[in-house]
């Protein structure tokens, strides 16, 4: 099983609500698509510090006080395929700038682009957006690669406790 992280740096837009920093990928699994900055953790790495890096890396922003929002399995063909570590924070620092993985844009929440992003996010990124916490496990089936299998089921618990320590 692959682990993994997203980050959803958020910040103040003014009279329209929040504003989300979501990326377009560039390469690899999901390209084309948006999500949030993350990847995959390297050896010893914690999911907090790996959400920390792949934002540096992939966007230059600079995030503190992640607040963890989700866990997020991903099965498919039956099998465990994705553990996610979703995180949320409004202390960034820094300007995004784009990089070989990521093109960065700030979206109002109200306006992030569901019809450009997995088939799932849907489901549960409005309510981490909206501050709660969430685990979901989600069943996609049709072999390799995951981007291509079908989106089949899902369930989901909210306003669960994760705590920090992660």
Do not use: Q
Request: glycine share 12%; net charge negative; with cysteine.
């Amino acid at each position: 099983m692959i682990e993994t992280t997203l980050c959803f740096p958020l910040r103040d837009g003014g009279d329209d609500g929040d504003d989300v920093l979501l990326i377009e990928k560039r390469r690899g699994l999901g390209e084309g698509w948006y999500n949030g900055p993350g990847g995959k953790l390297e050896s010893g790495e914690t999911p907090r510090e790996c959400a920390v890096r792949e934002t540096r890396e992939e966007v230059g922003l600079e995030v503190r006080d992640l607040e963890k929002a989700g866990e997020l399995t991903f099965l498919l063909d039956g099998e465990e395929h994705t553990r996610c570590h979703v995180y949320r924070t409004r202390s960034v620092t820094g300007e995004p700038s784009a990089s070989a993985e990521a093109a960065p844009e700030w979206v109002p929440v109200e306006d992030v682009p569901y019809d450009r992003m997995w088939d799932d996010d849907h489901l549960w990124l409005p309510g981490v957006l909206e501050g709660a916490t969430v685990v979901g496990e989600f069943r996609f089936e049709g072999g390799e690669p995951l981007d291509e299998a079908e989106f089949v089921a899902h369930d989901l618990e909210w306003d669960v406790p994760l705590g920090n320590e992660s």
